[in-house]
């Protein structure tokens, strides 16, 4: 299995999604997860090439003609994602959303809503946990939200 950061590996997987035309993304993504859940509920060791076989065949994929590196990659990718807990899944997004809001038109963070803000700092928090750095404690960090939600309002 190739090896990749899930979360700097998200836009490219995203790119592919959206490349078939007259296909909703959403359909596109469940179709890997279905076929790779199918594989597992049938008790099939299936890698990427296998899953991709069943995508054209099954799915009709081959209507859309997919890039075959970039279609393994997201296949790749979802293996990865389906084995991870669901802790690890929320952390993830957490992580994926103060990415977006960092990365969200060089707007600097006093443009942020509380649910930004919030989940920009969460995530930094976990980081730096993740990291062995000292952070605040939580009872210090909620004040410090909620001061932020107090300026918002104010």
Partial sequence: MITFDILFEYDRVQ?????????????????????????????????????????????????????????????????????????????????????CIFESGGHGSSTYDTQQMAALIDSLVQEAQALGIETLPPAEIARLNSQWEERQDG
Avoid: C
């Avoid at 078939?20 to 993304?25: D, N, S, V």
């Avoid at 359909?27 to 076929?35: E, L, Q, Y």
């Fill in 15 to 99: 790119r592919f999604i959206n490349s078939f035309q007259g296909r909703p993304p959403g359909a596109v993504a469940n179709d890997i997860v279905f076929a790779i859940r199918s594989a597992k509920r049938n008790q099939r060791l299936m890698g990427a090439d296998d899953i991709y076989r069943d995508l054209v065949i099954n799915r009709h994929w081959n209507h859309y003609e997919p890039d075959k590196t970039e279609a393994l990659h997201a296949i790749e990718y979802y293996i990865v994602w389906e084995g991870l807990s669901r802790k690890e899944k929320e952390i993830i997004r957490q992580q994926r959303t103060a990415e």
